[in-house]
């Protein structure tokens, strides 16, 4: 049977057991340090919480919609990239957009234009 060592910071782990130590007490260490940042600032905390990171609008000049080909615009009410070609809005999410069409949604206007017809 083979014996595997780890190195964490130069120090050898030489069980599984040390390992799920370590692993806990960073968890421990991470969850102390977040819980004593919101005491700092509750009213801070509740903000990062609910806003996401802005997406940055640079980025339309190098992104197209997937299906269509054509240049997206960036809506900041819904926080989606719009293809007005399709009429396809694809989210942005933590500032990231999702430009997978099966995520993507349809928008209102142009699916009951294609109802009419």
């Known amino acids: 049977m083979a014996c595997f060592r780890f190195r964490v910071l130069g120090q050898p782990l030489s069980s599984a ?3 799920q130590r370590l692993f806990a ?14 005491q700092h600032n509750p009213e801070d905390a509740s903000d990062k919480s609910s806003s996401a990171v802005q997406f940055d609008e640079s980025m339309l000049q190098h992104l197209v919609c997937p299906l ?3 240049n997206l615009r960036y809506d900041k009410q819904n926080n989606e ?29 142009h699916s009951e234009k294609g109802d009419e017809s």
Not at 25 to 38: D, P
Not at 82 to 89: E, P, T
């Open 17 to 19: 057991r040390e390992m």
């Open 25 to 38: 007490l960073r968890a421990h260490q991470y969850r102390a340090m977040s819980k004593s940042q919101n």
């Open 68 to 70: 269509s080909k054509k």
């Open 81 to 109: 990239l719009v293809c007005d070609a399709l009429g396809v809005a694809y989210p942005v999410i933590n500032g990231i957009p999702n430009l997978v069409p099966e995520d993507a949604r349809m928008l209102k206007s």
